[in-house]
């Protein structure tokens, strides 16, 4: 209760430690990915640590205090109820924990972040707010990182036009072929697109 960045950062470490211990792992190439709640822990993850070589974050929360008082666009609901007891669990309201908001926000740390990060997210998004994201976007691009923004036009939470699925789908392979793999890295990757495109 009350440190949900960090349990993330103390189950998956150790196991990535491990695998890399073991020689199933590369140490040089090691990608980190994850959407929404596991969106939100790969954000936080990198804060904390430079063992991944690149990481994509779709749909994560990164600032749990503008997050905390708005909706769900799909039902409606206040979104401080999954904050304080539920998926994030933070054991209180923002007043009574001010800091645990704060500690528990990738975007407080993002000067931390050494990784290359993709964020993609559905301007549409009914489950996180997706200015989330381009809190986190701009946050890191204030501090010269090395971050890409995917932006769905019109999708939710998962996107479900098949050419956006198909579209994401190539850019990730794209994205973890070049760090990983140290193939070329693709126009967007270098030349980044237009918000219109």
């Given at each position: 209760i009350g440190?949900?960045?960090y349990s993330a950062v103390k189950c998956l470490i150790p196991g990535v430690q491990k695998l890399m211990e073991m020689g199933i792992?590369?140490?040089n190439a090691i990608g980190l990915h994850g959407h929404s709640w596991s969106g939100y822990?790969?954000?936080?993850?990198v804060t904390q640590?430079?063992?991944f070589t690149c990481a994509i974050a779709g749909a994560p929360v990164s600032n749990m205090t503008s997050a905390y008082s708005g909706i769900r666009w799909g039902t409606g609901l206040a979104r401080q109820f999954q904050y304080e007891q539920?998926?994030?669990?933070?054991g209180g309201n923002l007043w009574e924990y001010p800091m645990r908001y704060l500690?528990?926000?990738?975007?407080?740390y993002a000067d931390k972040i050494n990784t290359p990060l993709l964020i993609q997210h559905g301007d549409e998004d009914e489950a996180v707010p997706w200015y989330q994201s381009i809190e986190l976007y701009l946050a890191?691009?204030?501090?010269?990182?090395d971050c890409i923004f995917l932006?769905?036009?019109g999708e939710p939470h998962h996107l479900k036009k098949y050419a956006n699925k198909l579209d994401y789908s190539i850019k990730m392979k794209e994205y973890f072929d070049h760090h990983l793999k140290k193939e070329p890295a693709a126009e967007w990757i270098t030349e980044g697109m237009k918000y219109i495109e």
């Open positions: 440190r949900p960045g792992a590369d140490s822990q790969t954000a936080y993850v640590t430079d063992i539920q998926q994030s669990r933070i500690e528990n926000s990738p975007v407080f890191m691009r204030r501090l010269n990182k932006q769905y036009r």
